[in-house]
């Protein structure tokens, strides 16, 4: 049987994802742990990218929801559920915001369309920013200042996600552009299924670009100058994630018909050169 957290370190390394490119100079103990979380996150996202079938899916949520249940109050079965109660008892990691990252999952099954950026942050606080706080705790804060730093950080790397992979949710059926802000630069759903480019669609991805770089800014302002180094992990994901978007922007916001992404050798500079300036 594969160790708990061995699974979670191939859970992490195989998905690609810049979070990984962040835990790599912490150490071990809050390492295990924040890639546990991470190793989380990814089985839950991947029961709604990966099965077709919603009443499937939601039996599949549902199963996730016991495991988190488990971490807290059983034995859990699955390798994740193991690595997290493991590292339960040493890091705060609430059940109920365990338990709100599968709320965020299920929006994706009963809804594909955001009425306005009030919807969407909501959306967005369940799969990224309630990341954000429980990462937080994993890399250790004195000042509860940085909670809001990292609420708003969250928000700001899930609205870069929506800008780089617009193409790719539509091909899944899914528009997660505010329809007010569409409708406002007259970018119909038909033209972002359709892959087509224009002017409109160019300043309406400015746009969120722009509230993008903003979250960045306002998630910064709010970092303590105390706990600037235990959150070096997010500072390199910002790094990584502000250097996307500036790709994203400089490349016209092709983004419908391509997925814009970084080396692996670029992130580990940008990653290496974030974690030394501290």
């Keep these: 049987m594969t160790d708990p957290h061995t699974y979670c370190q191939e859970k992490a390394a195989s998905s690609g994802s810049s979070f990984y490119y962040s835990f790599m100079f912490l150490p071990p103990e809050r390492r295990q742990a924040i890639t546990a979380l991470y190793a989380f996150c990814r089985e839950v996202d991947d029961v709604v990218d990966e099965c077709h079938d919603v009443q499937i899916a939601q039996t599949k949520l549902d199963w996730w929801r016991n495991q988190v249940k488990q971490v807290f109050d059983g034995e859990p079965q699955h390798p994740v559920g193991q690595a997290l109660k493991d590292?339960?008892?040493?890091?705060?990691l609430p059940r109920?915001?365990?338990?709100?990252?599968?709320?965020?999952?299920?929006?994706?099954?009963m809804q594909t369309r955001y009425l306005d950026w009030k919807a969407l942050n909501l959306y967005c606080y369940r799969v990224a920013s309630v990341v954000g706080l429980l990462s937080a705790e994993i890399f250790g804060y004195q000042n509860r200042q940085t909670l809001k730093y990292a609420h708003d950080l969250g928000l700001a790397f899930q609205l870069t996600n929506i800008i780089r992979d617009v193409g790719e949710d539509a091909r899944r059926g899914r528009i997660y552009l505010p329809i007010d802000e569409m409708q406002r630069f007259n970018v119909p759903a038909k033209q972002i299924l359709e892959a087509r480019y224009d002017d409109n669609f160019r300043q309406l991805m400015a746009f969120q670009a722009t509230r993008a770089r903003q979250l960045y800014d306002q998630a910064f302002a709010q970092l303590p100058a105390e706990d600037r180094k235990a959150q070096r992990p997010g500072l390199i994901m910002a790094a990584i994630y502000r250097t996307l978007l500036d790709e994203i922007e400089a490349d016209g916001f092709q983004v419908?018909?391509?997925?814009?992404?970084?080396?692996?050798?670029?992130?580990?500079?940008?990653?290496?050169?974030?974690?030394f300036k501290g």
Excluded: C
């Excluded at 419908?256 to 974690?275: E, Q």
């Design 87 to 92: 590292i339960s008892g040493r890091f705060n």
């Design 256 to 275: 419908l018909d391509r997925r814009t992404s970084l080396t692996p050798l670029r992130k580990i500079w940008i990653a290496g050169k974030t974690w």
């Design 96 to 109: 109920e915001q365990l338990l709100e990252i599968i709320d965020g999952m299920q929006m994706d099954l």
